[in-house]
């Protein structure tokens, strides 16, 4: 008798935080606004104004274009988003020595672009207990060999430029474009 008393409380709050997360993630798109509006004055703030010296590297930068990221469903939008997000952690958690930025304003943009990812592998994961994503759809394969390819280029360039200080500038410069997108697949997340 004691312990059915005692689950109860525990019973009702996880429905309760259940019932929560599955609210937040039908308004993952408010949240994923004002992080990408965050995160991407957090990498405005930390290295300030492009460098003129850096402007005759910046044509060294080939990459295939990531504003032509198009998806369609509103699953594949949360995968397209979280892989963007990943792949620039990836980046910015490695090689920083040669940047020159602010290290606060570092941590805030990694900080926030891991906050971003958890939240999404939550909604995610919860999606595909429910079967509403599809990972097998061409479109989303498709798009995530395009993302895969686009910063394994800003890898190389990077590592090409030995991290150089102008090298994270025309990537900071870049992945600025890159927020572009997320607030183009965040919308998506609207309907």
Known sequence: MMIRRSLLPFSLMLL????????????????????????????EKMGGPFPFQCLNERSAFKATDILKVRLAQQE???????????????IFSK????????????????????????????????????ETTYPGNESLLHTRLKLRRYFQTARHFLKEKQYSRCAWEIIRLEVSRCFLVLNILTKRLEN
């Open 95 to 130: 090689n920083l020595t040669h940047a020159a930025w602010d290290g606060t304003s570092i941590k805030e943009f990694q900080n926030g672009l891991h906050q971003q990812i958890e939240k999404l592998e939550v909604c995610l994961s919860a999606e595909v207990e429910k």
């Open 76 to 90: 594949n939008a949360k995968a397209a988003i979280q892989q963007i997000l990943q792949e620039l952690f990836q």
């Open 16 to 43: 309760l935080s259940s019932e929560t997360s599955c609210l937040d993630c039908n308004r993952i798109h408010v949240l994923q606004s004002k992080m990408n509006s965050k995160s991407l004055e957090h990498l």
